[in-house]
Structures are given as structure tokens and as C-alpha cells.
């Protein structure tokens, strides 16, 4: 990557690629090499350019935005566009960079490409606290799409990765710590009972005594209990009362 940072527009309306252009044309750092349509045009056109920033646009006619990720070799930076202010896009498992809400305004494109420009992105996970009802992008064995925040119902640590235990009875991997999830988690829903373990408060059916100083947790829609630990345990009480 040089002086310039190669980018590449892909948005299905005219309109909105001919605005962003306008917009990224004020940044001496960003070079708009070509445009694409659509997911197919996209993946030749990335073939080709071979672009540092692809600005993707999420919702068009011929594919989801997020199928890019499963036809091309990602070694790009991605800034995903979006017109949907229903939901919160908050973290990204697939290089990611940041998110722009429809209409762009042009000091939040500014903080994205100020970003770009940041050494170790790549491995800088976004500092937020997530909401209940905002939604995580993840990319995981084929499987691409958002898993809401509240349909959590377990996180377990798995190395440098961590498993998500869905209330659909799905399971997702990313590579991020219990410690990282501990901080962006929203404090009234979760709680971490163990080492190894964050639960969703809102799915606890009983808790009950199981010694001194720990508890037997059992969660709907979950065979087998979870055991406090006694570190946890105190930390726990303090969400009850």
C-alpha cells in the first residue's frame, strides 16, 4: 500500500455511487480506481484493481453485500455502507474497518477514513459497548449473516477464540476473548459466572445453592446447568439485588 489508498465503490444505485465519489474526492489519501453494481461486477473488478478499501454498499438486487466475503480472497479493507438504521452494526469478523449509515455525512467519513489510515487495524477490535437489541456481523464456516446481541444465550472461551450459543440452537466462532466480550457487553444482560463462561440473564430459568459460595445456573433451552465460580459467584449476587 502506497501514498494512495486504491478504493473500490460497489453500491446497485447510480445516485449513491456518484455521492460517496463526490465525497471521497476532498481525500487526497483515496484514489477511486473503479465502481461496481453488484456482487458479480464486484468480485471482477476486485480481481482486476485488486483494491486497500472496498466500500460496500449492503442490500442490492443480485446478492446480499456479504456474499462478496464467500468469492473473493479478502486482503482488503472493507467500510460497509447501509441505508438500515434499524439495527446496529457493531463489530466484524471479516476486515472490516467501520460502517456508514445512508445519507453519508461527511464528518463520519472522515473518522472511517482517518481509520484507514491507522497502523494494525486489521487487529484492532472496535472499542464500543453493544445494546440488547444491536446485531453482530459475523463470517464463520460458510455461514455469513448478523446474530442479534439478545439471542445469546452462552459464550464459552476456546482458546484464543470464543464459542456463541445461540437461542436458534446455532453455534458461531470468532476470535475474540471472554475479556473483550466482558467489556462490550451490555452489564444489565450478561454476566460472566466462570473463567470460561458469559451468560444471558435473561434466559436463567432457576438459579439454586449448589455449595458455600457458588450456584447452579440452568438456562432455558439448555441440557445441562452451569457452575459458578466462587470469584464470580459475588460478582453474580450483586446483579440480584
Not at 455461514?143 to 444465550?153: A, E, N, P, T, W
Request: charged share 30%; glycine share 4%; aromatic share 10%.
Amino acid at each position: 500500500m502506497g501514498d494512495k489508498f486504491k478504493a473500490l465503490i460497489v453500491d446497485d444505485e447510480w445516485l449513491a455511487r456518484e455521492g460517496l465519489r463526490r465525497l471521497l474526492l476532498k481525500f487526497p489519501e483515496i484514489d477511486i480506481i473503479s465502481e461496481a453494481e453488484s456482487v458479480g461486477s464486484a468480485v471482477e473488478k476486485i480481481k482486476d484493481t485488486k483494491p486497500d478499501v472496498v466500500f460496500l454498499d449492503i442490500q442490492m438486487p443480485d446478492d446480499n453485500g456479504f456474499a462478496l466475503f464467500d468469492r473473493v480472497e479478502v486482503d482488503f479493507k472493507v467500510i460497509f455502507v447501509t441505508a438500515f438504521d434499524d439495527f446496529a452494526i457493531r463489530a466484524f469478523e471479516v476486515n472490516a474497518l467501520d460502517y456508514l449509515l445512508k445519507p453519508i455525512e461527511p464528518a463520519r467519513l472522515s473518522q472511517s477514513i482517518a481509520r484507514l489510515s491507522e497502523k494494525n487495524t486489521k487487529n484492532k477490535p472496535l472499542k464500543i459497548k453493544l445494546g440488547y437489541d444491536d446485531c453482530l456481523f459475523s463470517s464463520n464456516k460458510g455461514c455469513v449473516g448478523f446474530v442479534k446481541v439478545g439471542s445469546i444465550l452462552y459464550i464459552q472461551a476456546a482458546g484464543d477464540y470464543s464459542e456463541i450459543f445461540l437461542s436458534t440452537g446455532e453455534k458461531r466462532m470468532l476470535l475474540r476473548s471472554l475479556k473483550e466480550w466482558e467489556e462490550c457487553l451490555p452489564d444489565k444482560n450478561f454476566a460472566r459466572i466462570h473463567r470460561n463462561t458469559i451468560i444471558n440473564l435473561n434466559y436463567i430459568d432457576k438459579i439454586e445453592p449448589w455449595s458455600k459460595s457458588t450456584f447452579q445456573i440452568h438456562l432455558r433451552n439448555v441440557a445441562n446447568p452451569f457452575t459458578t465460580s466462587r470469584q464470580y459467584s459475588k460478582e453474580l449476587r450483586k446483579k440480584f439485588i
